[in-house]
């Protein structure tokens, strides 16, 4: 494995974590990702490029806005430092090839979507509608084996949520099902199914948690996005591995 590949890959990813960030929480908004993005959201002060600069600019400012003082949320940093690692996992996990660019759009998707559910507990349509076209061509170029698990993948992730949505009267929205949709696409059948019920197991346990430890109360709405993102990388880094094992091993 090539460290400066890795390397490589690991800062593009510190760069295109700080722009998702804009875009997670403009999409929502419908406002335009690259116009004046360089602004502080608190005084709306022009900011300079070395305030720009992932993660370095918020620890040597620490945490602050060097203009108005105000915190800057440290979701930022995280942000880019997660997008930073999941673009340097990618290259290790999958190696420079056709799955490559799948891989990197695939974890791109969910981090913009983790912003904006994390920020608005919602699931913006226009982004879903972007990487819709990419993920067909994507599977048109690698498809999965055999070919139309993608389409079952699409069918039983959307028609599943849909189901939910129809029992539950909320829980889950609209967004919720065609994200499902489209990660189909991309995980295949299997896979989907195995997001789905990881996310339920995450969502599970971590709400039993977040209630113990009283951080949120019964009646409050937790965004189940982030679950979503979490189960999904999940099934499509290891997927195969954790399938094999239920399978061949437990049953
Ligand atoms: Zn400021």
Known sequence: MDNMLILLFFLLGLIFGSFFNVVGLRAPLKQPFVNDRSICPQCNHQLKWYELIPILSYIFQRGRCRHCHKKISYLYPLIELLTGLLFAFSYIKVGLNAEMMTALLFVSMLVIIFVSDMAYMLIP?????????????????????????????????????????????????????????LLGIILGFEKTLLTLFLSCMIGAVLGLVLLLLKVINR?????????????????????????????????
Do not use: C, E
């Open 125 to 181: 349509n226009n982004i879903l509608l972007f990487f819709l076209p990419l993920f067909i061509v994507m599977r048109i170029i690698h498809p999965l084996d055999p070919w139309w698990s993608s389409i079952m993948g699409a069918l039983a992730g959307g028609m599943i949520i849909a189901l939910v949505i129809l029992v539950s009267r909320g829980g889950m929205g609209a967004g919720d099902m065609k994200l499902f949709g």
């Open 219 to 251: 009646k409050q709405p937790v965004p189940f996005g982030p679950y979503i993102v979490v189960a999904a990388m999940t099934a499509y880094f290891f997927g195969d591995a954790v399938l094999s094992w239920y399978f061949n091993d437990l049953m």
